[in-house]
């Protein structure tokens, strides 16, 4: 009787197992500033199933100038209580999303411009050590001029090369966001979009990146993104979850029905590369139960 027993439980449990690696369910997670996460806030996400968070200081800088709107003692202040909410009501900060914008593009030609971005996600870096994060996510550029790309990428990869030592040194891991670029030009014709702004030019890029330097991919900046996590692999180590056509900053929330993405496809994708990361919001829907209910639909559709 024992024998018999022995056998029939030996399948259930690999049925088990099949059932449970095939279900791929990640934690899900969404973007938000890093002054919008008081204690009742951070409480409020882990009660509708929120389990990570990725943030930011942009709330704190003066783009233009560089320069935060508090001061050391008080930006340190900030991230020691932060970092507290989080660990008491047990949501994970799982990234950082550093500062972008006109003045803040790591690949800057003019070098002088290059290092005083550099030397301030520097300082960016310092404040966020505290909050113990795994990933630190970056644009690769702004907007470029006409006919500077091959300049802006040599100037791109320094950037990184010096960041990622930053990043290392604060146990956390760097990655480089794909951007939106459905055609080379912006409509006016006078100026060019970001770099990584299709598969082929993230994959040339990040040939020539270091190996311990990982993607971020944005679904709602390129169309049919599975593509992109297809062909970046083991490299994805971070998402950014919302709907799209590749057109635009569309942002739509993924069960909104609006967008063009194939969540079955993609689900697919993530398999595919055995992705590891969170199912990471950067989309917005009314009630914060909405993430988790709709994260449970799409899966579902796999």
């Not at 409480?43 to 003066?62: F, H, K, M, R, W």
């Not at 009501?89 to 971005?117: C, L």
């Amino acid at each position: 009787m024992f024998k018999l027993r022995k056998l029939i439980l030996i399948p259930f449990t690999v049925l088990l197992f099949v059932t449970t690696a095939y279900a791929q369910k990640y934690k899900v997670g969404i973007s938000i500033g890093a002054n919008s996460l008081t204690k009742k806030k951070l409480q409020q996400l882990s009660d509708a199933g929120i389990d990570c968070v990725e943030t930011g200081l942009t709330p704190y800088i003066n783009k233009d100038s560089l320069t935060f709107t508090l001061d050391d003692a008080e930006m340190m202040k900030k991230m020691r209580e932060l970092k507290q909410a989080a660990t008491e009501t047990g949501v994970e900060i799982w990234s950082i999303h550093m500062p972008y914008g006109k003045e803040i593009d790591i690949s800057f030609v003019d070098e002088a411009r290059r290092q005083k971005v550099v030397a301030f996600h520097q300082q960016v870096l310092k404040y966020v050590a505290v909050l113990k994060p795994k990933i630190i996510l970056f644009h690769p550029s702004y907007y470029l001029s006409l006919n500077q790309r091959d300049a802006h990428i040599q100037q791109l990869i320094k950037s990184v090369g010096e960041l990622n030592k930053d990043v290392k040194a604060i146990k956390s891991t760097m990655v480089v966001e794909n951007m939106l670029g459905p055609a080379l030009l912006v409509a006016k014709g006078n100026q060019e979009r970001p770099l990584m702004r299709s598969v082929e030019e993230c994959l040339a890029i990040f040939k020539l990146l270091p190996d311990d330097v990982y993607a971020a991919v944005d679904l709602n900046h390129i169309a049919e993104p599975e593509t992109l996590l297809l062909a970046l692999g083991k490299r994805v180590k971070t998402l950014h979850v919302a709907d799209g056509d590749g057109q635009a900053e569309r942002h739509y929330f993924p069960c909104d029905g609006k967008g063009q993405n194939d969540w079955k496809a993609i689900f697919n994708a993530l398999k595919a590369i055995q992705y590891q990361g969170p199912f990471m919001y950067e989309s917005t829907t009314k009630e914060l139960s909405g993430y988790r209910e709709c994260y449970d639909k799409l899966l579902k559709m796999n």
